[in-house]
């Protein structure tokens, strides 16, 4: 149904300023699928720099990290979530899930004939 008004809505999270939304989830669910932050940088077409920067903002804000990273060898570095990274990502892709629900309820309220 091509032209068909949809709605549409970001989920970030803030504190004393924005931190988490769908860039950082992805992120995170790239580092846990690839292992490193390089593979997940080169996944995303992210710079490395970016990256650590965005991680960063969302431990200093949140109080605890989301990553552990171990310097490699010759077999190369790893990162992985951390129990707390983990439960919080899971937290926040429930809760975006909810809203999207949620939100399609509340559009046919307010649009029931698109």
């Not at 109080?63 to 570095?77: E, K």
């Amino acid at each position: 149904m091509e032209g068909t008004i949809r709605p549409s809505i970001r989920l970030t999270l803030e504190k004393e300023e924005r931190f988490f939304g769908p860039g950082v989830a992805d992120l995170l669910e790239l580092v846990e699928e690839k292992g490193s932050i390089q593979g997940a940088c080169s996944e995303m077409g992210m710079s490395y720099s970016k990256s650590w920067k965005i991680i960063k903002r969302a431990e200093r804000e949140l109080g605890y990290p989301l990553l552990s990273s171990h310097n490699g060898g010759t077999a190369g570095g790893k990162s992985e979530l951390t129990e707390k990274g983990k439960w919080f990502l899971q937290q926040y892709r429930e809760m975006e899930e909810a809203l999207r629900r949620k939100m399609e309820d509340v559009f046919r309220e307010y649009f029931p004939a698109e």
